[in-house]
């Protein structure tokens, strides 16, 4: 897992469908909105190798892609926790916000 200090969430319309109970996820209630957040690495599992993630990295992390069944939920929080083969790195010519609704 990797937890990332959320800078910016990408809101898209699964994510409203989801809201109203009109996407094909539905989650258990009660539940932290959005798939799509760009960040920054503050901490990361002893099973994270350094040359995968680092802490201080920038990235961006589709919780729909998460093989634990994240469901796409939870992007609309301040730390988002994650596993780490749902997180890409962000080049450092690209700016936070510009990755954030990358996903769709």
């Known amino acids: 897992k990797v937890l990332i200090s959320t800078h910016y969430v990408g809101i898209q319309y699964p994510d409203f469908l989801q809201a109203q ?14 798939m799509d957040v760009a960040g920054i690495v503050v901490d990361k599992g002893s099973d994270v190798p350094d040359d995968e993630l ?8 589709n919780t729909a892609l998460c093989p634990d069944g994240g469901g796409g939920t939870g992007a609309l929080a301040e730390l988002v926790s994650i596993s780490s ?16 609704n990358i996903g769709r």
């Open 21 to 34: 109970g009109l996407y094909q996820i539905k989650p258990k209630l009660p539940y932290t909105p959005g």
């Open 54 to 61: 680092r802490i201080g990295d920038r990235v961006y992390a």
């Open 85 to 100: 083969t749902a997180v890409f790195p962000i080049p450092d010519s690209l700016h936070l916000s510009s990755v954030a």
